[in-house]
């Protein structure tokens, strides 16, 4: 006699035997790299889970390591990563760490870089330079990232560099929540927005429609054969009386703000506020953002700040509750847009 032959009834709807359908549950896993654990614990804290532990190690030859101590198996994994000094060891951090969780079988890595490295170098403006920024990005495509998330990058460009999507979240929200609750009346019926230089001038437009305040420009010089050395020529606006916030994505060695600053109160400004999104503080920036031109300085968290570089006049805001929030927002396939009043 001939076997019967076994039929199995597939589901309508998926094609597939029923019962044989695997219900898998997605999971949200954060890690970190060592140059900002303050940062990685406060976005886990936020997101109201544990940090998987990861075990890293740099060898007498000045070799890297990175093992995750658990099974990060099918997992959503973000690597939080920021990269203040020194940058090139961050950086080769992370794409160890990106290899490594390829090679355990994370579903999709996203890479969170609070601050974007090599940022400023976005585009060739002389003959035989590099494009460092698209580098970077190439870099961590290969390693293993599928998405990157970052706050404020130097310039929007950068965004195509990388073959993936990436998440470009905005740090104005939580600088604008301080600025509403921390300007007296006088400050508020004085304010002026001021952009540094001409690159800012969009950036600055959107803080002066948010706070209802009239914008000035500043022009200056770069010699691009200099590093770090900024001329201030002159100021488009009326700064005199006046309560002025200049605003920038990031601070440096402090050349530019500094002599802005100073500009700004010679031709009359009452105050000076400056409020930038990335404090990278390279020496001697501390020192200058204490000069007697500026009142007050207000950055966020994005880079960690030793206690040697902070001062009296210095005001930190977390941005690891902004980062959490995107995190929840990519992992629930939600919309990031939205964060920010653009469309769900």
């Known amino acids: 006699m001939g076997r019967k032959k076994k039929t199995v009834e597939l589901d ?19 890690a970190g790299g060592r140059s900002h654990p303050q940062l990685t614990a406060e976005v886990a804290k936020a997101l109201g889970t544990e940090i998987a532990p990861v075990e890293h190690r740099t060898f007498a030859s000045g070799e890297i390591y990175a093992r995750f101590e658990v099974s990060i198996r099918g997992c959503d994994l973000f690597i939080v990563q920021s990269f203040g000094e020194p940058v ?38 002389r003959g035989r330079e590099p494009i460092s920024a698209r580098l970077v990005a190439d870099m961590l495509k290969t ?24 998440d470009h979240l905005f740090a104005k929200p939580v ?27 969009r950036v600055a437009d959107t803080w002066s429609d948010s706070l209802g305040a009239p914008l000035a420009i500043i022009h200056k010089r770069r010699d691009p ?24 994505d990031m601070i ?11 500009a700004l109160k010679a031709n009359g400004a009452r105050r000076v506020i400056v409020a930038a999104t990335h404090a990278i503080f390279s020496d001697p920036a501390s020192e200058r953002l204490q000069d007697p031109s500026i009142d007050e300085v207000v950055i966020t968290d994005t880079i960690p700040l030793t206690e040697s570089r ?17 995190i929840r927002q990519v992992f629930e396939d939600g919309s990031v847009t939205s964060m920010f009043g653009g469309d769900a």
């Not at 309508?12 to 954060?30: C, E, F, S, Y």
């Not at 390693?143 to 993936?164: E, N, P, T």
């Not at 440096?252 to 100073?262: E, L, R, S």
């Open 175 to 201: 600088l604008l929540e301080h600025f509403r609750s921390s300007l007296t009346a006088e400050d508020r019926e004085t304010l002026t927005i001021v952009s540094p230089d001409m690159g800012r001038v």
């Open 252 to 262: 440096d060695t402090g050349g530019t703000i500094v002599k802005a600053a100073q």
């Open 88 to 125: 090139n060891e961050w950086l080769m951090e992370t794409l160890i760490m990106l290899d490594a969780a390829k090679r355990a079988s994370a579903k999709r890595i996203t890479v969170v870089a609070p601050y974007y490295p090599y940022s400023r170098q976005d585009k060739k403006g």
């Open 310 to 326: 902070r001062w009296e006049t210095l005001t930190i805001l977390p941005i690891a509750p902004l980062l959490a929030t995107a």
């Open 225 to 248: 054969k200099v590093a770090n050395q900024v001329s201030v020529h002159e100021i488009v606006g009326a700064v005199e009386g006046r309560t002025c916030l200049l605003v920038d």
């Open 12 to 30: 309508r709807d998926n094609g597939v035997a029923p019962g044989l359908i695997a219900k898998t549950k997605k999971r949200l896993v954060v």
């Open 143 to 166: 390693a293993g990232a599928d998405r990157v998330m970052s706050v404020d990058l130097h310039a929007a460009q950068i965004q195509g560099f990388f073959d993936g999507p990436v």
